[in-house]
């Protein structure tokens, strides 16, 4: 059991090496941050004192809303591409045969990036709310603090399976990614980031109704902006847990498959 979490604590530091030692792209991330929500708080100034009916849910406050769904947007983008990437990156330096070849199982090394994607991704949702409270007057007065850790959990592993089913798209055909694009579309355009999903056609609804992020980010800003109670979020908790209890083991099954397939193929350091 100690060597399990030695193996994971170097797989991490591994990975936090790595990310800050791109000081500049560390900056410009901040930069970033703080440009798009300025953006998002002026924009929100526009619909200042309007009753929209899509907002009376969540007080008419747009700006914070739509802070939500900026800051989700790094564990969405990070759930997506953190597995690809890696892979992307072990192929092109050699190693990536090295590591699947060691007798460090698969779900090890999986589970400590799925745990450093959570630390990383909770550092850039943390700063934007940091910057959209302190500077642009976001308000989050009550939240109801119980019920993040369970809607981020769930989040986090339904976001990390389907990069995991990407990572293997990549295993595969190399440069295709269908699921990638299609999600990361899906994620912005229907997920409900920059505005409710009600305001969509029923169609679009329905089609919202299977992706994990409307759910995630409707249950983050009921517990952030309502202060809704766990009873109050248990039907969509459960629809969210319902989604990851069959997206984790199917991202497993699948991402062994490709991996087993590059290997008989001959493949597995191509890119």
Known sequence: MAMTFWKIFILIRRDFLEEFSYRLNFFLGL????????????????????????????????FSF??????????????LSAFTTTIRNEQLLGTLEVILSTPTP????????????????????????????????????HVNIAAIPIILVLSIAAFNSLGMISAGFILIYKRGDPLNV???????????????????????????????????????????????????????????????A???????????????RAKRDGTLTHY
């Open 31 to 62: 930069l970033t941050i703080g440009v798009y929500s300025s953006i998002f708080y002026f924009v929100a100034k526009i619909f200042a004192g309007s009753a929209s009916p899509y907002l009376s849910r969540y007080s008419g406050d747009y």
């Open 66 to 79: 739509v802070l939500i769904g900026l800051a989700f947007t790094g564990y969405v983008n990070t759930g």
């Open 106 to 141: 698969l779900s090890l090394i999986f589970s400590a990036r799925l745990l450093w994607n959570f630390l990383y991704s909770s550092l850039h949702a943390g700063l934007y709310f940091a910057f959209g409270v302190i500077f642009l007057k976001a308000n989050y007065a």
């Open 182 to 244: 299609l999600f990361g579309f899906a994620a912005s355009l229907l997920g409900g980031v920059y505005f409710p999903v009600d305001v969509m056609p029923v169609a679009l609804q329905k089609v919202a109704a299977f992706i994990p992020v409307t759910y995630a980010l409707r249950l983050m800003r009921d517990a952030c902006i309502r202060g809704s109670s766990i009873s109050q979020l248990a039907p969509d908790i459960l629809i969210l847990a319902a989604l990851c």
């Open 246 to 260: 069959v997206l984790l083991p199917v991202s497993f099954i699948f991402f062994s498959y490709a991996v087993r």
